[in-house]
DNA sequence: GGCAAAGCATAGCAATGCTATGTATCGTGG
DNA sequence: CCACGATACATAGCATTGCTATGCTTTGCC
């Protein structure tokens, strides 16, 4: 009953658009569709607009960052995959810095918000995970404390990225989030050993 | 031996550029000099394009910041006084989310470190005030400490004001900096008090 | 007082996102 | 099988953006 548009072209035009994110070359409607062929139309037909490709470029980015956290192994130690939950999540935010800024601080959209919370699902499973070892007090809520560390995590790698702490201050995490595990029942001593166990190919780099 | 430049046009553009940004109302070149009498030109006269009147805003918004960290008074308690100082760098945030967007968000400027240098201080004067009196262990670095203070608590605000995370959880600013005053040698019971009685009147509101 | 340097006003430029209009193309109902 | 209608697509154009080029005006020093 009508012409059916080619999901190829919508994939081709996310992925050109992230690749030009990483290049920081400025995606505009024009630049985006130069060379592939399709024509301005087509953005408007699979997208709505330019915010409608911003909007699919922030669901790729949970996406990706969904991946990576899910590169995280479970040991033996819940507390330490905690941190390295938390070391995964810096460094897909350093790795690709203008995505992370098109995903918060660009307009964050209320359709967003599903692929966030699958973000915080996992950390709350590792909390979870935690709290069952026997690592955590029985009464800390598992959703609060991954709110805290995702906050901490988050405003960490946001002064470092787009603002003014040098890439040094990285460090900070492991203090950062001993004393939010620490404040939830975990043994300092040990806590302090899982922690800088979860973040240790974070920091050399 | 040249025509000299009134002042008072750069404080009047100045002014309702973050008129404009509490109003919300888009700042565009035009848009910012219609009404005023003044033409466009007087922007690269006076700040050298749109991007100088963005880093006027920034160096005001961080103006605007360190006054309102003044007025936190100096008390008794210094972690209170210190929770105190969190609390009103979150709601100076909530206040101007725009403008602290444009602080953080956008290009943050190398001629910007001066200004969130100043932030900083006084996070680090609070933290040596409560290690002076004695609640901080010895060996605590009063600038890693406020660093730590300032990254949970940026996190938060971000992830409230332009994130996903809805305003109810500024709440878990308080079992954060307690975390991390406990951390720093502070008496647990006791530090959860200070802290909930420096944010006291951020949590209702 | 005249001259040079700077402020200022107007007009215009390329680039932006978006829309309007016409054409091509496909799926379906008879 | 084919014609119709809906949709994708292409081109061109619009208003707006930041910025610059070009004169004109004003101001201050010699």
New binding site residues.
């Given amino acids: 009953?009508?012409?059916?548009?080619?999901p190829a072209?919508r994939t081709l035009l996310i992925e050109r658009a992230g690749r030009m994110l990483r290049t920081r070359e400025?995606?505009?409607?024009?630049?985006l569709v130069a060379g592939t062929?399709?024509?301005?139309?087509?953005?408007?037909?699979?997208f709505g607009?330019?915010?409608g490709v911003w909007k699919a470029l922030r669901q790729e980015g949970f996406t990706r960052l969904a991946a990576r956290l899910a590169t995280v192994p479970e040991t033996a130690d819940p507390v330490r995959d905690l941190a390295a939950l938390g070391a995964a999540y810096l460094r897909n935010a350093l790795d690709n810095p203008d995505l992370y800024r098109a995903m918060f601080d660009a307009g964050f959209d209320l359709e967003d918000a599903g692929a966030a919370d699958d973000t915080l699902h996992r950390l709350v499973r590792g909390v979870e995970r935690a709290a069952e070892a026997g690592r955590f007090r029985r009464d800390v809520a598992p959703l609060d404390l991954a709110v805290q560390s995702w906050a901490a995590g988050h405003g960490l790698v946001s002064l470092v990225a787009t603002g003014p702490l040098p890439r040094e201050a990285l460090a900070h995490g492991v203090p950062l989030l001993t004393a939010l595990f620490v404040s939830a029942g975990d043994d300092p001593a040990r806590c302090r050993r899982s922690v800088e166990a979860g973040w240790a190919d974070l920091l050399p780099g």
């Fill in positions: 009953m009508a012409k059916a548009r080619d072209i400025p995606i505009t409607l024009r630049s062929g399709v024509s301005t139309m087509a953005v408007y037909t699979y607009g330019m915010d």
